[in-house]
């Protein structure tokens, strides 16, 4: 018989599960039923191992990484579940597991005695055990799945983010499977809630030109921010390539350059004329031409873009890419002050109980901490 079910909003207090040695202890696991579609475990990815190959990988948005850690009270970069395409079916084993979803999806639970009940996005969920979640497909381009504890898979170099191309992290360096079972090591909070989804900033890409733009005259660089470029079907997580009208290197400087570092939101341009934009699974040096750099503010809106998606880009200055840092870490502080509990407690009380759990470390007030610094960065 299957134990009886938590009631909606009044699990047992969150946090992580503890010996009485202060080891990090198994309470229940969570089972991959189906593996979805694109699905792989990101955190913040690999930072410091670019000078011996390593590219970053991580969350190709880890602001929506952050939303879902954050209604699951729990820090913005701990390793959850990136879906891509179609999300996983997941079974709760031996004691109440803890979810949420942010993304635009149609999940559905599904109880111990087979009634199934749709779910929104953009909230946590406890699943008491034998229980099953379907996130479904992710139709916002990409999305997340946190789970309480998040996903507890060995470090790599420092991160638990899934780079198949070097099958480094994730679950034996590679994407879930069905079958594959993770252990959770937190015990569900209070179910919460965002009222509304979390939305980028709009409109064209914002890059800084270079810093090869001088391997191109006035006249491509306007071609460039003024063309509506269609994303291929060659687009992953490493980079978008782009469809439109190529673009002309100047006669004495060419496509090539000197092999040099590159990272994620660079614009190279190729011989042949048609942009990629690199993601976060890219490689660590190029020898092509870098007519511009998405702004770190527009960077995860890259993964949004889907095969034949139209992208523009606006050159910008440095003042107003900095500008962007500021209102992009505003605007998601003020997203975080409005998660509310599903059942019960005011809106005063949840910001306290979110100050106390100090997420993001400690990345609340609308401000951030300093002109260049995101609050999930």
Same mark, same amino acid.
Request: with cysteine; charged share 20%; glycine share 12%.
């Given at each position: 018989?299957? $134990?009886?079910?938590? #009631?909606?909003?009044?699990?047992? $207090? ?15 696991? @969570? ?22 190959? @390593? ?21 913005? %970069? ?17 004691? $109440?597991? =803890?979810?949420? !979803?942010?993304?635009?999806? /149609? ?6 005695? +087979? ?60 994407? &879930? ?8 090591? /937190? ?16 409109? &064209? ?5 270079? $810093? =090869? ?37 100047? #006669? ?15 614009? =190279? ?13 890219? =490689?660590?040096? +190029? ?12 960077? #995860?809106? !890259?993964?949004?873009?889907? #095969?034949?998606? @139209? ?22 502080? %003020? ?17 306290? /109980? ?12 609308? /401000? ?10």
């Amino acid at each position: 018989m299957s $134990p009886a079910r938590p #009631p909606r909003g009044s699990a047992p $207090p969150g946090g992580e599960a503890r010996s009485a040695r202060g080891a990090l202890v198994t309470v229940g696991s @969570v089972e991959f039923v189906d593996a979805g579609v694109g699905v792989s475990i990101q955190d913040a990815g690999r930072s410091g191992h670019r000078a011996i190959g @390593v590219p970053l990988a991580g969350a190709a948005d880890p602001v929506l990484l952050a939303c879902a850690n954050a209604l699951l009270a729990q820090a913005g %970069d701990t390793a959850a579940l990136e879906i891509a395409l179609v999300g996983p079916t997941l079974r709760a084993h031996d004691a $109440p597991l =803890q979810l949420a !979803l942010a993304g635009d999806f /149609a999940p559905c639970l599904t109880l111990a005695d +087979g009634t199934t009940t749709a779910l929104a996005s953009w909230r946590s969920v406890t699943l008491a055990p034998g229980e099953v979640f379907a996130a479904g497909p992710c139709r916002s381009g990409i999305g997340y799945l946190a789970i309480a504890g998040g996903c507890d898979v060995p470090r790599v170099l420092g991160s638990r983010s899934t780079y198949a191309r070097a099958a480094l992290g994730g679950i034996d360096g590679r994407a &879930p499977r069905a079958g594959d079972r993770l252990p959770v090591r /937190a015990a569900p909070g209070p179910e919460r809630r965002a009222p509304r989804p979390f939305a980028h900033a709009d409109g &064209p890409l914002r890059v800084l030109g270079g $810093p =090869q733009d001088d391997h191109f005259d006035a006249a491509q660089f306007e071609r460039f921010v003024s063309t509506d470029w269609r994303v291929s079907r060659e687009a992953d997580r490493m980079g978008l390539r782009l469809e439109g009208p190529a673009l002309a290197h100047r #006669p004495d400087r060419g496509a090539d350059i000197v092999s040099e570092g590159v990272v994620p939101g660079a614009v =190279q341009v190729p011989g042949a004329g048609l942009p990629i934009v690199l993601g976060v699974d890219a =490689q660590t040096i +190029g020898g092509y031409a870098k007519i511009a750099t998405a702004i770190r503010a527009d960077v #995860p809106r !890259l993964a949004h873009a889907r #095969p034949g998606a @139209v992208l523009r880009f606006r050159a910008v200055t440095r003042g107003e890419a900095l500008a962007a840092r500021r209102d992009a870490a505003a605007t998601f502080a %003020d997203w975080l002050r409005r998660i509310e509990p599903l059942h019960g407690r005011s809106g005063e009380a949840i910001d306290a /109980a979110l100050r106390a759990s100090n997420l993001i470390s400690g990345m609340i007030d609308a /401000a951030p901490a300093a002109a260049d610094t995101l609050p999930w960065e």
